[in-house]
């Protein structure tokens, strides 16, 4: 039975999912300023405060709108953007901007900031596009992928790692190496689990 939450602890709740970092969360819920920090990690710790924490952010996401899937698509205009629909290639190699109303709606969510400014020599006005970091966002999109792909195969393999089998001469004899994340290992070393994968490549 998960434990009804203190009064602290409720406006505790409600500053983290305001955004506020734990600390501050915890002074502003009343708690000591000198033990803020510890008690800040200590209430995130507890399943009946991470489990208020969580109902409450899926709550407020509901009430705005939020939803997996629209975030997803989002993140998906940004990693996938393509920036040959913000600009042409002239016959000479000259690179020219669309002008704002012909750049396809899909293209807007990878875009940061447009910046309008004054061509030089009377040129008339120019603009500037910048766009959202593409590699934050498919970093972010390959880890939760890898990540459901884990759970799927298997719950309780969630870690990752990057594994070569090297075999090589030395002496006239036949020896085999294991790289795990570009480090030698000792297969005898290895933990249970890790050797199970290591056993499932040869």
């Not at 939450?5 to 502003?28: H, N, P, Y």
């Amino acid at each position: 039975m998960i434990q009804a939450l203190t009064a602290k602890q409720e406006r505790f709740v409600q500053e983290i999912v305001a955004g506020e970092s734990g600390a501050e969360s915890a002074r502003r819920a009343g708690y000591a300023e000198a033990s803020a920090n510890v008690q800040a990690s200590q209430n995130l710790s507890k399943p009946n405060i991470a489990e208020a924490v969580a109902r409450s952010r899926q709550e407020v996401a509901k009430r705005a709108g939020i939803t997996q899937e629209r975030l997803f698509k989002e993140m998906a205009g940004i990693a996938f953007s393509d920036i040959r629909e913000l600009l042409r290639v002239e016959s000479d190699g000259t690179l020219v901007f669309r002008k704002i109303e012909n750049i396809p709606a899909s293209s807007w969510p990878a875009i940061k900031e447009v910046t309008a400014f004054r061509l030089p020599d009377g040129g008339g006005m120019g603009v500037k596009f910048q766009l959202w970091d593409k590699i934050k966002v498919l970093t972010l999109l390959s880890k939760w992928l890898l990540e459901e792909t884990a759970d799927e195969a298997d719950p309780s393999k969630q870690s990752f790692h990057t594994i070569v089998n090297i075999n090589s001469v030395e002496g006239g004899k036949q020896v085999r190496k294991v790289l795990v994340n570009g480090k030698p290992l000792d297969k005898r070393e290895a933990s249970e689990q890790l050797e199970e994968r290591i056993t499932g490549l040869e």
